[in-house]
């Protein structure tokens, strides 16, 4: 598929200056950039999933505990 972009002049050169320092080219950077972004944000979102799962589990599993039946006093006591 072709993508047509508006950019600065000034700024294609640039950048065109860091694709030959790379050994590429500048589709060659956009197409790997839109790659990382792609891979980055499937990483996100298996994150925001496990993340999900692990509060749900976190409801799930809480269970309430009574009031103490020993005061912190005792937990230190000497013989």
């Known amino acids: 598929m ?3 972009l ?3 002049d000034e700024l294609v050169k ?3 200056k860091i ?3 790379k050994d590429t ?7 790997g950039y839109l790659i990382q972004l792609t891979e980055q944000d499937a990483t ?3 994150q925001r999933k ?3 799962a692990l509060e749900h589990s976190f409801e799930k599993f809480r269970f309430r505990v009574g009031k ?3 005061k912190r006093q005792d937990l230190y006591e000497r013989s």
């Open 50 to 52: 496990e993340l999900d």
């Open 6 to 8: 508006s950019l600065n």
């Open 25 to 31: 080219t500048l589709t060659g950077m956009i197409r």
């Open 14 to 16: 640039k950048v065109r």
């Open 68 to 70: 103490p039946t020993w």
């Open 44 to 46: 996100r979102g298996r």
């Open 2 to 4: 072709n993508v047509t």
């Open 19 to 21: 694709a030959v320092d």
